[in-house]
């Protein structure tokens, strides 16, 4: 505990696995809705060792706070493709991060990265809220992995051995070889969907780009620096490309590799 009262967390977060980034954009508007957490004290950002944030509220309650969020999420189908629809949870509307808000005519935006035979709801969704363990060990509820379920593709640590040979790996039955992770499953689509206006970080029509900031920021201002917004934010500026595999663009199974820097030189 700090004199001022507030805790230093640090969360092992990648900054270049999209799922990660994603999750740490959901926890910060997680201790922003918080008012135990005193949000307009609480601040975050990125070091060598993960994120980072500086709190009112311990991590046990915020993954406790984290894990009652997610398990109230559902998906809302809509009409016309399983990619239609949108999500809730708490009483409150989501977005659909699978519906292209970019010109161009493409139906799809880079996010949508399942196939036309898994629905959002029933086979990756609820499946995942199924196997989410309750938080009783706060460091390692982040970590708990669970085999043979389907991925939202975000996760650069899940199913490339088999996406990247051109098939899912329910075809080759070699799914106990895909763990993922629940938790970091759930919180990525809570901060694509609820979290952050996710289609502006779209750089064409397989690409997305975001920002890494390294100095602390108000919780409540995460969806700005992470899209890139803000002004004179020391930040690291990453690009990743959604990856097909062998079936070429319009590949069934798509899923996003770990992103690489946009540019090599770092902004001062």
């Excluded at 075809?171 to 106990?176: A, G, V």
Aim: hydrophobic residues 40%; charged residues 20%; proline residues 4%.
């Amino acid at each position: 505990m700090r004199n001022d009262g507030l805790n230093d967390l640090s969360l092992s977060l990648d900054e270049r696995n999209l799922a990660h980034v994603l999750s740490a954009v959901a926890l910060a508007a997680l201790v922003s809705r918080n008012a135990d957490a005193r949000p307009s004290e609480s601040t975050c950002w990125w070091s060598e060792r993960g994120f980072e944030v500086r709190t009112a509220i311990t991590q046990a309650a915020l993954f406790d706070a984290a894990s009652r969020f997610l398990r109230s999420m559902r998906w809302i189908p809509g009409f016309g493709a399983v990619e239609q629809g949108t999500f809730a949870a708490d009483g409150e509307v989501g977005s659909n991060p699978f519906i292209s808000l970019a010109e161009g005519g493409q139906e799809n935006s880079p996010f949508k990265t399942f196939s036309g035979q898994q629905y959002p709801g029933r086979d990756l969704l609820d499946t995942q809220k199924e196997f989410l363990e309750v938080p009783i060990t706060a460091d390692t509820w982040l970590a708990q992995t669970r085999r043979g379920i389907a991925s939202w593709g975000f996760d650069c640590r899940v199913g490339s051995h088999a996406y990247d040979l051109g098939f899912s790996s329910n075809d080759d039955r070699s799914q106990d070889r895909d763990p993922i992770y629940p938790a970091v499953e759930l919180l990525s689509i809570a901060g694509a969907s609820f979290f952050t206006a996710i289609q502006g970080w779209q750089l064409d029509a397989d690409t997305v780009g975001y920002s890494i900031w390294t100095e602390p920021i108000p919780v409540t201002v995460v969806r700005y620096a992470v899209a890139g917004r803000l002004d004179g934010l020391p930040a690291r500026h990453y690009r990743v490309r959604s990856r097909g595999a062998a079936y070429g663009k319009g590949a069934a199974y798509r899923f996003f590799p770990e992103a690489t820097l946009r540019n090599q030189k770092r902004e001062q």
